[in-house]
């Protein structure tokens, strides 16, 4: 744990060090999709520990955290899904040529703790276990919900799952559903199980029907300290993160 621990703050020194003036002291806005909450709560204290720099974040789902921008919501560090960093560089709200893929988690089945493990391993056996559960649960405006959606109807099941589909408006809850004892199954990031008490990991959708969320930061056109921001992003980069990326059910970004 030392090691790592000295390796990440390596890793954020060369950062400041290849930043010019990001060695002043800020305080770095981020504005983050739930998805990467268990790993930014770990890495952003390491960052600050490691230089002078301090993280506020706000943590929400994806749409609306887009919808709060696009209202005028100011932010040093934007962390949502590539396609709503596309729109907002297209908007003029990130700056030119910082946005990169910082991490990516695919959808996990999550059941009460104890639970019996339903089979998942295979389309026909996912199939079933939709089928034959009693209620299930995704997010209604997050990404993995969007793919479950997609998914679902792709099965020709919307229709008969609909009157017992819980549709998730709470971040980062979806999980908690089945704690809660409002859904049988819940589809989310295995980022987003891990840390819900009372949950399981059932397994992960099948390959063949698996959909990765991709995680994508990039720099406010506004940033107070445009080099803090980018210093910020290129540490949830570096490989000293990545111990912390599997730790919370991620990957690396890269598609």
């Known amino acids: 744990m030392r090691r790592r621990a000295s390796a990440a703050a390596a890793a954020i020194g060369l950062a400041l060090l290849t930043q010019g003036g990001a060695a002043d002291a800020a305080e770095i806005k981020?504005?983050?999709?739930?998805?990467?909450?268990?790993?930014?709560?770990?890495?952003?204290?390491?960052?600050?520990?490691?230089?002078?720099?301090?993280?506020?974040?706000?943590?929400?789902?994806?749409?609306?955290?887009k919808r709060q921008i696009d209202a005028g919501e100011s932010f040093d560090v934007v962390i949502l899904t590539p396609a709503?960093?596309?729109?907002?560089?297209?908007?003029?709200k990130i700056a030119p040529g910082t946005a990169s893929n910082v991490a990516k988690a695919g959808i996990g089945v999550a059941i009460r703790a104890g639970?019996?493990?339903?089979?998942?391993?295979t389309p026909d056996a996912f199939k079933r276990a939709l089928v034959n559960a009693k209620s299930i649960a995704y997010s209604k405006e997050g990404q993995s919900g969007t793919a479950m959606a997609r998914l679902i109807e792709r099965l020709g099941l919307a229709e008969e799952l609909k009157a017992r589909t819980v549709l998730e408006t709470r971040s980062g809850k979806v999980a908690a559903n089945v704690v809660e004892g409002k859904a049988e199954l819940a589809f989310t990031l295995l980022s987003e199980i891990l840390p819900i008490a009372g949950a399981e990991v059932a397994g992960m959708l099948p390959a063949e029907l698996q959909s990765y969320v991709v995680f994508t930061?990039?720099?406010?056109?506004?940033?107070a300290n445009p080099q803090a921001a980018k210093a910020f992003i290129d540490f949830l980069k570096a490989p000293a993160a990545l111990p912390v990326l599997k730790a919370k059910g991620m990957e690396p970004g890269t598609p």
């Open 115 to 121: 639970a019996p493990k339903p089979d998942i391993g």
């Open 30 to 65: 981020v504005v983050a999709s739930v998805g990467v909450k268990a790993v930014l709560e770990e890495l952003a204290p390491q960052f600050e520990r490691a230089g002078e720099h301090k993280v506020k974040i706000t943590f929400g789902t994806a749409v609306p955290l």
């Open 217 to 223: 930061a990039g720099v406010g056109a506004g940033a």
């Open 84 to 92: 709503l960093v596309e729109d907002l560089a297209k908007g003029g």
